[in-house]
């Protein structure tokens, strides 16, 4: 009978081909591979469908962890209508669409899941626009974003929808995706032991990627498993993911600066060749190392400055690759000097103390009287030459009358510092010898 309706055409052409990342797409959230700490039983989505309550979502995460998919399921366990778009290609007029269908489709009994993909791309304006319908139960709106949504989007969207992290699938996760895939495929990937491994280092948790890597090897015609070397002359490695805007960006900054703050070398050499290979700007991380310098050693170790601003200027006048090599210097002198943030606590509370004393003034003893006038009101008054005093040393009070002398400067016991709290000893108790 279905002869009777072909119009034409080649009968025997195969089905369009459809992609490996698509015939694996899960169909139930059982079948979601990783992000356990999102949908397990007691984890926040397993406790909202057990319960029956969804509420809008914002979803924060690498590519290729499953953001679309898991909205996608949610709708379906749920029984909203799935409607998809995203921030990049969606205008005004194309939001008003979906609102409009949303409306008539809530009047008709059936909810509807705005997934939108990208989501911080979209302005103050363009999110605020969702909050109307968010709260009259026309959408549940699900975000999906690989920016932080702290910074990225508004407060009054982030008050209405929960974040829920989304992380890159580990090495347990992708080796099950590769069985997966294999098993679709009908075959084992043609791998050594060695090389499947690269293969998920490549993929470098992102399980999208790792699907595309494998169709591209499945195509392949070879005799013997293929090692290491040899795939990885084959594929070009996919780039580190790496945004020099972005939360990778901080993240790595971070994970840096941290590493030289807690006297790793070795780790704080690895997030700082991470950044060169995701290309950041050596002068940022230079400036950076000198923030360090100034923060996290201070006067533990003077010469940590110079040494930081030295590796700068040296990069700045021969460049790459070698300028690299005195910023990497500079990367484990800092690590490895000792540390202390004596200065910068004593500044910090300086200032806290600036702003609560107010205007109060001088001592007037210690103020200059280059007028008369200025003489008899009393300025300069009483005031010790320190360089006549006994040691060279004063003990005058230097702080506004009436104000209890604070500790502000609190050297620790650590590289160049412990010198400088014997000598901090030493004035206190020399002060407190001549103020009796």
């Known amino acids: 009978m279905s002869d009777l309706f072909n119009t034409g055409g080649d009968r025997s052409a195969p089905p369009a081909h459809r992609p490996l990342a698509d015939r694996l797409r899960p169909q139930t959230l059982a079948e979601v591979i990783g992000q356990e700490h999102v949908l397990g039983p007691d984890a926040p989505l397993g406790v909202m469908l057990a319960s029956g309550s969804l509420s809008s979502l914002v979803f924060w995460g690498p590519p290729g962890v499953g953001k679309t998919t898991i909205a996608r399921l949610l709708a379906q366990e749920t029984d909203l209508h799935f409607v998809q778009i995203s921030a990049i290609f969606t205008g005004v007029p194309d939001l008003r669409k979906v609102f409009e269908a949303a409306k008539i489709r809530h009047q008709n009994g059936r909810g509807t899941l705005l997934f939108v993909d990208e989501i911080h791309r979209f302005n103050k304006a363009q999110q605020d626009g969702f909050l109307p319908h968010m709260e009259d139960g026309t959408i549940l709106l699900v975000g999906a974003t690989t920016e932080n949504p702290s910074f990225e989007l508004n407060a009054a969207v982030l008050s209405r929808a929960q974040v829920l992290v989304l992380e890159r699938l580990d090495l347990a996760d992708l080796e099950r995706l590769t069985q997966r895939a294999e098993k679709e495929l009908g075959k084992a990937l043609p791998l050594t032991g060695s090389a499947r491994e690269a293969l998920h280092e490549m993929a470098d948790g992102d399980g999208r990627a790792l699907l595309n890597l494998i169709e591209q090897i499945a195509a392949w015609k070879v005799d013997t498993p293929l090692d290491r070397e040899v795939l990885a002359t084959r594929l070009m490695r996919r780039a580190t993911k790496y945004d020099k805007s972005g939360d990778e960006h901080y993240n790595l900054i971070s994970a840096l600066h941290k590493s030289v703050r807690g006297s790793d070398p070795d780790a704080a050499l690895y997030w700082f060749a991470r950044m060169l290979e995701g290309g950041e700007d050596p002068r940022y991380i230079a400036r950076r190392l000198t923030i360090m310098a100034v923060e996290d050693i201070s006067l533990a170790d003077p010469q940590a400055q110079a040494l930081a601003l030295h590796a700068w200027e040296v990069y700045e006048r021969i460049g790459s690759p070698e300028g690299e090599l005195a910023l ?39 103020l200059n009287a280059p007028t008369s006038l200025m003489k008899d009101q009393g300025y300069g008054a009483g005031y010790a030459y320190d360089h006549d005093a006994e040691d060279g040393f004063s003990g005058q009070n230097y702080f506004p009358d009436g104000m209890d002398r604070p500790d502000l400067y609190q050297p620790v016991e650590r590289g160049f510092e412990r010198e400088l709290k014997k000598r901090l000893e030493y004035f206190a108790k020399l002060r407190a010898q001549r103020n009796r």
């Open 328 to 366: 990497a210097q500079a990367v484990v002198y800092l690590a490895l000097a000792p540390k202390s943030n004596g200065a910068y606590a004593g500044y910090k509370a300086a200032r806290e103390l600036a702003r609560k004393s107010g205007s109060e003034p001088p001592p007037k003893h210690i």
